[in-house]
């Protein structure tokens, strides 16, 4: 069975870091599509960054060049680097694998990154 638990958020003032954590639990992560999704208030779920399985990697358009994702297989923890934080990037973030051997995609329960000004 895969768990993800997400953690790493809180209160950051705008234009400082912050690292989230997704420690997987079961396969290690590079077996999965890994990827991590914001929603923020009054808004749909948004796609920050993937890491696919063969390691290539992807950002959405409004983080390209301040997050990074991330790896470390023997904490079989995926990370998101967050730099130059601006108050749009206030949300819940949440870690999310798909792919493998996974019937249905799994979904961390969410950590609060807020940005103030």
């Known amino acids: 069975q895969v768990q993800l638990v997400d953690t790493g958020g809180g209160l950051v003032q705008a234009g400082g870091s912050l690292r989230l954590s997704c420690a997987v639990s079961?396969?290690?992560?590079?077996?999965?599509?890994m990827r991590w999704y914001r929603q923020a208030p009054g808004k749909g779920r948004e796609f920050v960054a993937a890491?696919?399985?063969?390691?290539?990697?992807d950002y959405g358009d409004s983080v390209k060049g301040r997050f990074t994702i991330s790896g470390d297989n023997v904490k079989n923890t995926v990370y998101l680097q967050m730099n130059s934080l601006k108050p749009e990037d206030t949300a819940i973030y949440y870690c999310?694998?798909?792919?493998?051997?996974?019937?249905?995609?799994?979904w961390g329960q969410g950590t609060q990154v807020t940005v103030s000004s």
């Open positions: 999310y694998a798909a792919g493998g051997s996974l019937s249905i995609p799994r």
């Open positions: 079961g396969r290690i992560f590079s077996s999965y599509d």
């Open positions: 890491i696919r399985i063969g390691g290539s990697r």
